[in-house]
T-cell receptor, first 111, second 115 residues
Framework: GQNIDQPTEMTATEGAIVQINCTYQ??????LFWYQQHAGEAPTFLSY????GLEEKGRFSSFLSRSKGYSYLLLKELQMKDSASYLC????????????FGTGTQLKVEL | DSGVTQTPKHLITATGQRVTLRCSPR?????VYWYQQSLDQGLQFLIH???????AKGNILERFSAQQFPDLHSELNLSSLELGDSALYFC???FGQGGSPYEQYFGPGTRLTVT
């Protein structure tokens, strides 16, 4: 089966940098996605990694190490509106691009 | 706005009833995915359609069924509803069906409450 682990909650200060980790144990890995979800709203696509390394997209960056089954999402210059749940999701080969999600990390940004 | 539309936004119904949720994918997307999100289960994959054909099934109950029509919109049918079916149901779409992982774009969801 697949197992995806993320911390349940994190708290950070406005203007700071926060790193949200995700570890996974899957067979047939095809890619890793990060989504942001505000309560009661749709998940919003942030980034994805297929190969090892860092992908940067404005204030958001995502890193992947396939050999370690590890990814992180880095958020810089935190804003209050970044308070949300961050979902790590894995796409598997032969799975028709379906996503298997972790339970999400609830990030709270404080003044 | 992701470009994926879902109707209705809210649905309240009684146990034992049947409902249909509707999804229209982004223009140009051929794949439609259905997910269920409940408080205790997180976001769970239900089923994937590509250009009208079923491609993958997740932990979808036998009481649930879906289809994708020639115009690419999709419907999720939930029957013999139980209290535990109360959840947010999301539809997502992407261009492709697999091989390279294509990012999925989510609709606003349908909140189903079974009383």
């Amino acid at each position: 089966g697949q197992n995806i682990d993320q911390p349940t909650e994190m708290t950070a200060t406005e203007g700071a940098i926060v790193q949200i980790n995700c570890t996974y144990q899957t067979s047939g890995f095809n890619g890793l996605f990060w989504y942001q979800q505000h309560a009661g709203e749709a998940p919003t696509f942030l980034s994805y990694n297929v190969l090892d390394g860092l992908e940067e997209k404005g204030r958001f960056s995502s890193f992947l190490s396939r050999s370690k089954g590890y990814s992180y999402l880095l958020l810089k210059e935190l804003q209050m509106k970044d308070s949300a749940s961050y979902l790590c999701a894995v796409s598997l080969t032969g799975g028709g691009n379906k996503l298997t999600f972790g339970t999400g990390t609830q990030l709270k940004v404080e003044l | 706005d992701s470009g994926v539309t879902q109707t209705p936004k809210h649905l309240i119904t009684a146990t034992g009833q049947r409902v249909t949720l509707r999804c229209s994918p982004r223009s140009g997307d051929l794949s439609v995915y259905w997910y269920q999100q409940s408080l205790d289960q997180g976001l769970q994959f239900l089923i994937h359609y590509y250009n009208g054909e079923e491609r993958a099934k997740g932990n979808i109950l036998e009481r649930f069924s879906a289809q994708q029509f020639p115009d690419l919109h999709s419907e999720l049918n939930l029957s013999s509803l139980e209290l535990g079916d109360s959840a947010l149901y999301f539809c997502a779409s992407s261009f492709g069906q697999g091989g390279s992982p294509y990012e999925q774009y989510f609709g606003p969801g349908t909140r189903l409450t079974v009383t």
